[in-house]
């Protein structure tokens, strides 16, 4: 299967979100925060630093949990930071 390439924006995106990740992780260490949520820490650090823009809907939804964020903020907080305005998380 060949994948299709990303947009400016899709790349753009996936930054945002690896940022607001960053953010929620705070001071736990990406390794603790991969293995609650199931994941490499290698996979964890493609996802925060961009380079995975793209991760699957249960892969999101693993990290929230593992950070204790719900979807809803994130996608609020991913949302937000689009429109230029910088949004936090609340976790």
């Known amino acids: 299967m060949v994948r299709t390439p990303l947009t ?3 790349r753009q995106r996936g930054e945002r979100f690896g940022a607001l990740l960053r953010q929620a992780r705070g ?12 994941l ?13 823009p793209t991760p699957a809907f249960f892969t999101i939804a693993a990290l929230a949990w593992a950070l204790n964020v719900s979807l809803d903020e994130l996608a609020a907080a991913c949302a937000a930071d689009a429109d230029g305005e910088g949004a ?4």
């Open 27 to 38: 001071e736990r260490s990406m390794v603790d925060v991969a293995a609650a949520a199931g």
């Open 8 to 10: 400016p924006e899709e």
């Open 40 to 52: 490499s820490a290698e996979t964890l650090r493609k996802i925060e630093t961009g380079r995975a």
């Open 88 to 91: 936090a998380l609340s976790a």
